[in-house]
Structure formats: structure tokens, C-alpha cells
């Protein structure tokens, strides 16, 4: 099992950027995929990117590619999601997810595929 804590949330004006973090803890973090999702009031949670275990492959969001980027240290047990070009639709609560997969070029995009959730940060972004 992985225990997982996400930071870096905050306020931003539109075209701003924010770095958010997840700190993993407990079970071995280089053997999950990770994803960051988020999810705004009254909608359903959306996937955003994910990365693999080891190799880095990275898959994004039509509605982020080119904004956001994905990456992890191992070493540091922490998943990063950058955000650069922040628009008001992008307010939400921000969540981390790992995925518990065998290959090591895995990763997942659906919310089911995910084992273990963090408990989310909020992104405000104002016009």
C-alpha cells in the first residue's frame, strides 16, 4: 500500500504558472504508474497525465497537452504535475493517483485503473 500527499495548490491569475507535488510513503513508489487527475465542483473527476513506472512515458489530456507537464524522482518518492498557462477553467481540486501495474512502460487513464488516491489540493484561478 502507498500513501500519497499532494501540495502546491493555491491562487493564480490566469496565465500563471504552479508546480504541484505528491509525496509518496510506504510501499516501494518507483513500482507505480502515477496520474494527476482533478475534478470541479459539480463534474466528474478527469484525467489529466499520467507517467510510468520507470521509463518515463507520458501521456496527457488533450485539455492540458502542451500546458502541463508530468514528471517523478524516485529517488525523492514525489510525482510533480507543472502547470504553465493557467486558465480559469482550470480550477479544481487536484488529485494524485498510483497504479499498480506490472510492465515497467505502463500507465493508465481511467479513473478504475487507479489503486490508491491522495486527498486532493486546491487550484484557484482568477480572471
Known amino acids: 500500500q502507498v500513501q500519497l500527499v499532494e501540495s502546491g495548490g493555491g491562487l493564480v491569475q490566469a496565465g500563471g504558472s504552479l508546480r504541484l507535488s505528491c509525496a509518496a510513503s510506504g510501499r516501494t513508489f518507483s513500482i507505480y504508474a502515477m496520474g494527476w487527475f482533478r475534478q470541479a465542483p459539480g463534474k466528474e473527476r478527469e484525467f489529466l497525465a499520467a507517467i510510468s513506472r520507470s521509463v518515463g512515458s507520458t501521456t496527457y489530456a488533450d485539455s492540458v497537452k502542451g500546458r502541463f507537464t508530468i514528471s517523478r524522482d524516485n529517488t525523492k518518492n514525489t510525482v510533480y504535475l507543472q502547470m504553465n498557462s493557467l486558465k480559469p477553467e482550470d480550477a479544481a481540486v487536484y488529485y494524485c493517483?498510483?497504479?499498480?501495474?506490472?510492465?515497467?512502460?505502463?500507465?493508465?487513464?481511467?479513473?478504475?485503473?487507479?489503486?490508491?488516491w491522495g486527498q486532493g489540493t486546491q487550484v484557484t484561478v482568477s480572471s
Open positions: 493517483a498510483a497504479y499498480d501495474c506490472s510492465g515497467i512502460g505502463c500507465y493508465a487513464r481511467m479513473v478504475d485503473e487507479y489503486h490508491y
